[in-house]
């Protein structure tokens, strides 16, 4: 992986630790990349759901990429914006339900207007008359 590449990967500050391109980091590796103890991440562990590294079959916490850049996010809503553990919770849980939402539904703020309800049935309408259209 080329080094554009590795700093599009990770956070775009300078001052970002740079997350090494390997699939899986050890709790000790992580806490070194991120400067935290290794038992503020086992208890972060417990208080956001997002945080769930697998377990090798020696029971070694195992963290993904993905993983690593949760918990610097974490990290910086606790320690530098002065979020709290709830807030912190809180605030992933509102960024991670939009995203969600505009993925399932066909109107991105979840709430439809009459005139896109309107053009909607207008597009299916004359979707039903090219179908009929065929079959005959």
Known sequence: ??????????SSSASDPVIPDKLYFRIGEVARICH??????RF?????????????STGQRMYRQRDVENVLR??????EQ?????????H?????????QQ????????KSSPDSLK??????????????KKKH
């Open 1 to 10: 992986m080329t080094a554009e590449k590795k700093k599009q990967r990770t």
């Open 36 to 41: 935290l103890p290794a038992y503020v991440l």
């Open 44 to 56: 972060w562990e417990t208080e956001f759901p997002m945080l769930k590294p697998v377990k090798s």
């Open 74 to 79: 974490i990290k910086g809503l606790l320690y």
């Open 82 to 90: 002065g979020f709290t553990i709830a807030g912190a919770r809180q």
């Open 92 to 100: 992933l849980r509102a960024e991670a339900k939009p995203a969600r």
């Open 103 to 110: 993925s399932d539904l066909p109107f991105p703020s979840g």
């Open 119 to 132: 053009k909607v049935r207008q597009g299916l309408q004359e979707i039903l008359g090219i179908l009929s």
